[in-house]
């Protein structure tokens, strides 16, 4: 990879976990940790769960620093235990402060994928990876402090790796933390799971969402209940939708479905050249993610009798009531949800023409419009 690549454990347009001053909205999931801490009860093994974009990694980096920059609980000293904690902050100007934003704290070792032979970023964490760990345990344990692994995410494991980190979690070393990222637990290994605690990080509050996005240098847009709507309490959704103009895209989708059943085929056109061209990948991505998130919100419609609060995009409620009114037409809705969203990640795989797959969709979606007149 180039020196200036995006690290595969930061999000695009956002800072680094490790920089990141402060986590909003996640309250409970740190006075859960803290209360094992205090209590003497540090679990070797930590999954931490939730939707992508909650700030699993930003906890982890600030687990990691709290627990280097923290004298362990049994350490009694002179004057007996000492004093329950109850916060994760650490001064900034804590040498292990400095350290970890330096990339050179030698208690923490930070797993994520890395380049192969070609220089190529790999699409899964490999076994080498999780064995380097062995390494990092041999030059830490002679001066007996705390060590700490991150693994980001635990989700890009492949069996190889899962296999070996499995033995590390059976057979932990001494002052040893692992905290391990997963956006689907359901990945892992079972044994994996049974062998960790887990921390569930929950979306973000409209107004947790606005000040995280703040510190991460994203500007508000004016829209801010329809990008609420579509980042469903995800930082990096917003930041994601942000940068690459999700909300527009979402209003043209919106204006597609306006005329349904007959179709403005022109505008449909457009969407699909704009998505197709060079340099457009992210984008395109983006566009086939809404188109999911467009048809989720006509089924929940139909089977609710009301449509998602807040709205998405102009005039959205209005559009998603006349064409998804019941829940016999929201189940067409989210049968043709699961069709397409099949059919757009075949294209995507076997590279299809991204202007063809995109208005073979709309086509799709077309046809279920005039079904369910």
Same mark, same amino acid.
């Given at each position: 990879?180039?020196?200036?690549?995006?690290?595969?454990?930061?999000?695009?347009?956002?800072?680094?976990?490790?920089?990141?001053?402060?986590?909003?909205?996640?309250?409970?999931?740190?006075?859960?940790?803290?209360?094992?801490?205090?209590?003497?009860?540090?679990?070797?093994?930590?999954?931490?769960?939730?939707?992508?974009?909650?700030?699993?990694?930003?906890?982890?980096?600030?687990?990691?620093?709290?627990?280097?920059?923290?004298?362990?609980?049994?350490?009694?000293?002179?004057?007996?235990?000492?004093?329950?904690?109850?916060?994760?902050?650490?001064?900034?100007?804590?040498?292990?402060?400095?350290?970890?934003?330096?990339?050179?704290?030698?208690?923490?070792?930070?797993?994520?994928?890395?380049?192969?032979?070609?220089?190529?970023?790999?699409?899964?964490?490999?076994?080498?990876?999780?064995?380097?760990?062995?390494?990092?345990?041999?030059?830490?344990?002679?001066?007996?402090?705390?060590?700490?692994?991150?693994?980001?995410?635990?989700?890009?494991?492949?069996?190889?790796?899962?296999?070996?980190?499995?033995?590390?979690?059976?057979?932990?070393?001494?002052?040893?933390?692992?905290?391990?990222?997963?956006?689907?637990?359901?990945?892992?290994?079972?044994?994996?799971?049974?062998?960790?605690?887990?921390?569930?990080?929950?979306?973000?509050?409209?107004?947790?969402?606005?000040?995280?996005?703040?510190?991460?240098?994203?500007?508000?847009?004016?829209?801010?209940?329809?990008?609420?709507?579509?980042?469903?309490?995800?930082?990096? !959704?917003?930041?994601?939708?942000?940068?690459?103009?999700?909300?527009?895209?979402?209003?043209?989708?919106?204006?597609?479905?306006?005329?349904?059943?007959?179709?403005?085929?022109?505008?449909?056109?457009?969407?699909?050249?704009?998505?197709?061209?060079?340099?457009?990948?992210?984008?395109?991505?983006?566009?086939? !993610?809404?188109?999911?998130?467009?048809?989720?919100?006509?089924?929940?419609?139909?089977?609710?009798?009301?449509?998602?609060?807040?709205?998405?995009?102009?005039?959205?409620?209005?559009?998603?009531?006349?064409?998804?009114?019941?829940?016999?037409?929201?189940?067409?809705?989210?049968?043709?949800?699961?069709?397409?969203?099949?059919?757009?990640?075949?294209?995507?795989?076997?590279?299809?023409?991204?202007?063809?797959?995109?208005?073979?969709?709309?086509?799709?979606?077309?046809?279920?419009?005039?079904?369910?007149?």
């Amino acid at each position: 990879m180039t020196e200036d690549a995006l690290a595969p454990d930061q999000a695009t347009g956002a800072p680094h976990p490790r920089e990141t001053k402060q986590l909003f909205g996640q309250v409970a999931a740190e006075q859960e940790f803290l209360a094992a801490f205090n209590s003497d009860r540090l679990h070797h093994g930590w999954l931490l769960t939730g939707p992508r974009g909650t700030g699993k990694a930003t906890l982890a980096w600030r687990i990691a620093k709290f627990l280097l920059a923290t004298p362990p609980r049994d350490d009694d000293g002179l004057f007996g235990a000492p004093p329950p904690v109850h916060t994760l902050d650490i001064d900034p100007d804590h040498p292990v402060s400095h350290r970890i934003l330096a990339g050179a704290e030698p208690g923490l070792a930070a797993i994520t994928r890395t380049v192969n032979e070609q220089g190529r970023l790999r699409s899964e964490i490999v076994v080498d990876d999780i064995r380097k760990l062995s390494r990092f345990f041999g030059m830490t344990s002679a001066d007996g402090g705390r060590r700490v692994v991150i693994v980001d995410s635990a989700d890009e494991m492949n069996v190889s790796a899962a296999n070996a980190l499995l033995k590390m979690l059976e057979e932990p070393p001494a002052r040893t933390t692992l905290l391990l990222i997963s956006h689907q637990p359901s990945r892992l290994l079972p044994t994996i799971r049974s062998r960790c605690r887990t921390l569930r990080l929950k979306p973000l509050s409209p107004e947790d969402m606005r000040l995280a996005l703040t510190q991460a240098g994203a500007e508000m847009p004016d829209q801010a209940d329809h990008l609420a709507a579509l980042a469903e309490g995800s930082v990096g !959704n917003a930041v994601r939708l942000i940068n690459l103009g999700g909300l527009e895209i979402y209003a043209e989708l919106t204006r597609i479905l306006e005329s349904l059943p007959r179709l403005d085929r022109q505008r449909a056109l457009a969407l699909a050249e704009a998505a197709a061209q060079r340099g457009a990948k992210e984008q395109f991505e983006l566009l086939l !993610n809404l188109i999911d998130v467009a048809l989720s919100r006509l089924a929940l419609t139909g089977a609710t009798g009301a449509s998602p609060i807040p709205e998405a995009a102009p005039n959205e409620a209005e559009i998603l009531v006349r064409l998804s009114g019941t829940p016999q037409q929201a189940r067409k809705w989210a049968e043709v949800a699961a069709t397409v969203t099949a059919r757009m990640r075949h294209g995507q795989a076997v590279n299809l023409d991204p202007t063809a797959l995109v208005l073979d969709t709309v086509f799709k979606i077309q046809e279920t419009a005039g079904q369910n007149r």
